[in-house]
């Protein structure tokens, strides 16, 4: 099966420009999830979806940060304007329901100079 | 709210002795319990989880991760390391009563270095 897709895998953008990151979910797979990972820091949630709609968005700060799920098949997440703290991994996982495991993409990697 | 420690930022290991990961979790209710491994410029892969059941849990590589409710751990194990374990490890939970909001909570990870 195929794993999670995510697009682009780097980045590099200029603090308050924006960004845009894409991920596609295994097939099937009707929770998806973005978390952002600081460098040596463990990833953390930002934002939930169970089909096209947001189960969880507690962490998400949402002055600068949206997501979207349409169809419920792919994601976006955006940040604008983007700021230094931004710089991070962002992940994109997927899961068949809550007891299964999540399965991560290989993250898109931003840089903010 | 919960929360995962993992109170060892390296573990070292020589190739052939057993391995141990700490990990300490706090939740309100009754936890979902994983551990991840992270290789260098990829995503979190999947190892093992504690839903209910045995305390003993056999995953991926020989993996194998204890729950003690008692002392609200989850310590990762391998009987014999080896070079190719070497990796960046996440321990993460999350309160089986989430109400459906079920994204996990990761610990700041472990470098396991297995040294030859």
């Known amino acids: 099966e195929a794993g999670v897709a995510q697009s682009p895998r780097y980045k590099i953008i200029e603090k308050r420009q924006s960004v845009a990151f894409w991920c596609n979910p295994i097939s099937g797979h009707a929770t998806l999830y973005w978390y952002q990972q600081i460098l040596g820091q463990g990833p953390k949630l930002l934002i939930q979806f169970q089909n096209n709609g947001v189960v969880d968005d507690s962490q998400l700060p949402k002055d600068r940060f949206s997501a979207e799920r349409l169809k419920g098949v792919d994601s976006t997440l955006k940040i604008q304007p983007a700021k230094l703290e931004d710089s991070a991994v962002y992940l994109c996982?997927?899961?068949?329901?809550?007891?299964?495991?999540?399965?991560f993409g290989d993250g898109t990697r931003l840089s903010i100079l | 709210a919960q929360s995962v420690a993992q109170p060892e930022d390296q573990v070292n290991v020589a190739e052939g002795n057993p391995l141990t990961v700490k990990c300490t979790y706090s939740?309100?209710?009754?936890?979902?319990l994983f551990w991840y491994v992270q290789y260098p410029n990829r995503g979190l892969q999947f190892l093992l989880k504690?839903?209910?059941?045995?305390?003993l849990v056999k995953g991926s590589y020989g993996f194998e991760a204890e729950f003690n409710k008692s002392q609200t751990s989850f310590h990762l194990k391998k009987p014999s390391a080896l070079v190719s374990d070497s990796a960046l490890y996440f321990c993460?939970?999350?309160?089986?009563?989430?109400?459906?909001?079920?994204?996990?909570?990761f610990g700041k990870g472990t470098h396991l270095i297995i040294q030859p």
């Open positions: 996982a997927s899961s068949p329901d809550p007891t299964r495991p999540q399965h």
């Open positions: 939740v309100s209710g009754n936890p979902y």
């Open positions: 993460a939970v999350r309160d089986r009563s989430g109400g459906g909001a079920d994204g996990l909570t």
């Open positions: 504690y839903i209910t059941g045995d305390n």
